[in-house]
């Protein structure tokens, strides 16, 4: 009777290892991935903008003029920017003045570049030609390869020469895809806010954030910057789950299931994931005989996966036979947990 409790206690504890390893998903590091080769700061420097935003003061963002939350905005991008290899600018217009031009990025001197940036400046006689702006932002555009983001800092305000709007489609007409617009919008004005939204609407990329906001909340920056600027990416191969087969089998064990529902969930949640399933047998048997049987096992598990609707295009099945033990040969609990598949991600947004 002993021997018998003795034995149960020694199988549950079997179990319940590979039903820990079997959950347990080790946590990844992400990886950071460019998605434009250049951007442009390109600040808006027109009369309206030295009036207050809303025409209050708003003391938590400093009770300044809007060019001085635009410039504190430029700032705070600034120091959020990953080093990933791109180029950068910094550039105003009305008028159109270059204070950085385009380089490789380098934080201390885009620092540098915002810094001389006046913001008291006289208001009579100025006018707000956004759109010439976008004109003169052309040549910048013209000699650069790659993704470019312009990153407008502006209230939408507009009164002289072609229409902003119209210039950013004809911008965007002309680079297609190459061209991103990211809007942190200063507007207090219905008309303002409608310029800002159409701009920001006209790329792919799609990216407006409120300026207020993006001064007060850290997450509002990152989120805004991530937009336009980056992906992020699981770039490195990442143990999802495993599971376990019984002694010279390839059927999938029905307390298992479960784990492969959750696998398939997540692989279509995130469409850009490549899975690999890599079988693995014990050592009792022939080299050959384990080789195709761990095959077998990887099979098994890819045909649940197509079974459950994921493209198998997107599902490579290797087995490695016993040559990748995880864990003691020698006796028959390491032997369980060597009979297994390993489900495995790469490349996970």
Request: charged share 25%.
């Amino acid at each position: 009777m002993k021997r018998i409790i003795s034995t149960h206690r020694m199988l549950f504890g079997v179990l319940a290892v590979a039903v820990m390893l079997a959950v347990a998903a080790p946590a990844a590091q992400a990886k950071l991935v460019k998605k434009v080769d250049n951007f442009i700061l390109f600040l808006d420097h027109s009369s309206s903008m030295k009036f207050f935003y809303k025409g209050v003061t708003t003391p938590d963002l400093g009770g300044q003029s809007k060019v001085v939350l635009a410039k504190s905005a430029m700032v705070e991008f600034n120091n959020l920017v990953p080093d990933l290899g791109y180029q950068s600018g910094v550039y105003t217009f009305a008028p159109f003045r270059q204070y950085a031009g385009m380089a490789p990025y380098n934080r201390a001197a885009v620092e540098k570049a915002i810094d001389p940036i006046s913001i008291d400046y006289e208001t009579y006689g100025r006018v707000t030609p956004m759109g010439p702006g976008l004109q003169d932002l052309d040549k910048v555009l013209a000699g650069l390869s790659g993704r470019t983001a312009v990153v407008l800092f502006t209230d939408g305000h507009e009164n002289l020469g072609v229409n902003a709007v119209a210039q950013a489609k004809a911008l965007q007409g002309k680079y297609g895809d190459r061209l991103c617009f990211m809007v942190v919008s200063f507007a207090d004005t219905k008309y303002g806010e409608e310029v800002n939204r159409q701009i920001a609407a006209l790329s792919r990329c799609s990216c407006l954030v409120k300026g207020e906001d993006f001064l007060r909340n850290q997450a509002a920056r990152l989120a805004f910057l991530k937009c336009g600027l980056w992906d992020e990416v699981m770039d490195e191969v990442v143990l999802f789950r495993s599971i376990y087969f019984d002694f010279d089998r390839h059927n999938i064990k029905a307390v298992f299931v479960p784990v492969l529902d959750e696998g398939v969930a997540m692989i279509r949640s995130k469409p850009d994931t490549l899975v690999i399933l890599e079988g693995h047998t014990d050592s009792v048997g022939s080299d050959a005989y384990n080789l195709g049987l761990s095959n077998r096992r990887a099979q098994s598990v890819k045909a649940y996966f197509v079974k459950k609707g994921v493209d198998g295009g997107r599902i490579e099945a290797v087995g490695f036979g016993e040559s990748r033990p995880r864990a003691d040969n020698s006796t028959a609990d390491g032997r369980k947990l060597n009979r297994r598949v390993e489900i495995k991600f790469k490349g996970m947004k």
